[in-house]
């Protein structure tokens, strides 16, 4: 018997309440070439996704097809439960985007500019004005509300625009490549935005080549190469039980990577005659035996510690590698 497709989709809704982003084997192509072939991944409600890649790779033409902007060749994407193919006017009530080259109207406060955004996204206008205060706290720019857009410094004027994308409190974010042209403090102060927002609840995704800077926020990224996900999913950049490690030895031992593997409860991700990133328990007392078991089988351990650039360090053992 054939089952309504509403029905389906109301099932795997229920099935999957705790993914709030699913994308199932995703193709888009251009007319001269295929952007996406057969993206999948899920995103969990309430985290901040990296979404990092090379030039060219994908990574804005997956963000739009994710804002419902763009239809795919073929695939789904479920936002909060609703496919971006036939309802997407309601994926963007739930949903903000930020493009990598967005538009500000310099001769509008903040406040105003605040308010015709709301009004933008169907809010009324008594509350339009509630609406724009509520973004402005939410960023920072409480006390800028009269200031012209036009005479912000360039991370206020960022500020300005994620406002805009979040006043009508949306429950997923897209942001691509928002720290672009910031200076330190500045991109300091995007990723402390971008924390606070999560913990209050949002679901980000974050396009950027500043890996260093993804660093500091978020939990999970997605590797995007030649239009696929490398190593087919998404990347745990950061687990509090089981952190990343770097060890180093002082001669060349073409056995490392096997003596490693062979332990209980390690797993290499990558290891060469000298170097290997691998995680491994927080307990001090197994760190130790490790140690202990190396020198005991002649390694020369010349330093072995937590590894503090996690992201980096996955991103460039997986691209390249298909």
């Not at 200031?147 to 912000?152: F, K, N, R, V, Y």
């Not at 800077?213 to 745990?236: F, H, N, Q, T, W």
């Not at 000298?274 to 390694?299: S, W, Y």
Request: hydrophobic share 45%.
């Amino acid at each position: 018997m054939l089952v309504p497709r509403r029905w389906i989709c109301a099932k795997i809704t229920v099935a999957v309440w705790h993914v709030m982003i699913e994308v199932s084997n995703l193709v888009y192509e251009y007319p001269a070439t295929r952007a996406l072939n057969g993206v999948s991944f899920t995103v969990a409600p309430q985290t901040i996704t990296a979404l990092v890649g090379p030039n060219g790779a994908g990574k804005t033409t997956l963000l739009r097809c994710l804002a419902a902007l763009e239809n795919p060749y073929s695939g789904h994407v479920l936002i909060d439960g609703l496919d971006t193919a036939t309802a997407p006017r309601d994926i963007h009530a739930r949903l903000g985007y930020l493009p990598d080259f967005y538009g500000l109207y310099d001769e509008l406060s903040v406040r105003r500019a605040l308010i015709f955004a709301a009004r933008a996204h169907g809010i009324a206008a008594a509350a339009a004005g509630t609406a724009a205060e509520m973004a402005a706290a939410r960023v920072g720019l409480s006390d800028r509300m009269e200031t012209p857009a036009g005479q912000l410094s360039r991370g206020l004027r960022q500020r300005l625009a994620i406002a805009q994308t979040i006043v009508h409190e949306p429950r997923v974010l897209l942001l691509d490549e928002p720290a672009a042209g910031l200076d330190p403090q500045a991109r300091r102060d995007l990723s402390a935005l971008l924390l606070a927002m999560k913990d209050q609840g949002m679901t980000l995704v974050v396009s950027s080549h500043i890996l260093a800077e993804l660093e500091d926020y978020c939990s999970e990224m997605i590797i995007i190469e030649g239009g696929r996900i490398a190593g087919g999913k998404a990347v745990k950049v950061r687990d509090v039980e089981r952190p990343r490690y770097i060890l180093e030895i002082a001669t060349a031992r073409s056995d490392l990577k096997d003596f490693l593997s062979g332990r209980a409860g390690l797993d290499v991700i990558e290891a060469d005659e000298h170097h290997a990133l691998f995680t491994f328990t927080r307990n001090p007392g197994a760190r130790a035996k490790l140690i202990r078991d190396l020198l005991a089988a002649g390694f020369e351990v010349s330093s072995f510690g937590e590894s503090t650039k996690a992201l980096e360090e996955t991103y460039f053992a997986r691209v390249g590698q298909g």
